[in-house]
Antibody
Framework: EVQLLESGGGLVQPGGSLRLSCAASGFTFSSYAMSWVRQAPGKGLEWVSAISGSGGSTYYADSVKGRFTISRDNSKNTLYLQMNSLRAEDTAVYYC????????????????WGQGTLVTVSS | EIVLTQSPGTLSLSPGERATLSCRASQSVSSSYLAWYQQKPGQAPRLLIYGASSRATGIPDRFSGSGSGTDFTLTISRLEPEDFAVYYCQQYGSSHPALTFGGGTKVEIK
């Protein structure tokens, strides 16, 4: 059974940093691109970042480019999102999501999502 | 960048009724690379439909998708109590992994 379990969310002041983790199980983690998608309170879904299965290719939304860094440790089956210079508008539930198709970083639907972790940026 | 516009914003229906949700793209979606997700309060989204009309694993056949080009539809033939939720369409297929979501349609109990 595929499972994605996020952690690391919490309350942080503007300008602060936070690192999210997503522990994966039930599939060959290194074979799939992974993404982070966020949802501000009461709002829709926003793609944030993606990383290839090997970790060699990374992509970011313009809204987080230069502030967030996605990475993965395939030996630990874990995905990360390092978030620096946080702003109030980064407040959201952050989901990790697994690409539906093996061996590609191309845009594909997400067939599994984690339960989400809430990040609140406020003084 | 393709923009997805969903309508209506809210749909008020009773259990047993038919729900018809629309997703319109600002440009043609190649190869019908259009997916639909369901999201219930406090839960992550769940993939319902991919390729505009193919049901994902375990999705009941009361859910169906149709359309091509710029106009797509999600139909729920007879609403069950567990179907009241928010539904999002999503365009994919680009070599770049960024995914575009529509703004969502909330299906609420009338």
């Amino acid at each position: 059974e595929v499972q994605l379990l996020e952690s690391g969310g919490g309350l942080v002041q503007p300008g602060g940093s936070l690192r999210l983790s997503c522990a994966a199980s039930g599939f060959t983690f290194s074979s799939y691109a992974m993404s982070w998608v966020r949802q501000a309170p009461g709002k829709g879904l926003e793609w944030v970042s993606a990383i290839s299965g090997s970790g060699g290719s990374t992509y970011y939304a313009d809204s987080v480019k230069g502030r967030f860094t996605i990475s993965r440790d395939n030996s630990k089956n874990t995905l990360y999102l390092q978030m620096n210079s946080l702003r109030a508008e980064d407040t959201a539930v952050y989901y990790c999501a697994k690409s539906w198709e093996i061996w590609t970083i191309a845009a594909r639907p997400y067939d599994y999502w984690g339960q989400g972790t809430l990040v609140t940026v406020s003084s | 960048e393709i923009v997805l516009t969903q309508s209506p914003g809210t749909l008020s229906l009773s259990p047993g009724e038919r729900a018809t949700l629309s997703c319109r793209a600002s440009q043609s979606v190649s190869s019908s690379y259009l997916a639909w997700y369901q999201q219930k309060p406090g839960q992550a989204p769940r993939l319902l439909i991919y390729g505009a009309s193919s049901r994902a694993t375990g999705i009941p056949d009361r859910f169906s998708g149709s359309g091509s080009g710029t106009d797509f539809t999600l139909t729920i033939s007879r609403l069950e109590p567990e179907d009241f939720a928010v539904y999002y369409c999503q365009q994919y297929g680009s070599s770049h992994p960024a995914l575009t979501f529509g703004g969502g349609t909330k299906v609420e109990i009338k």
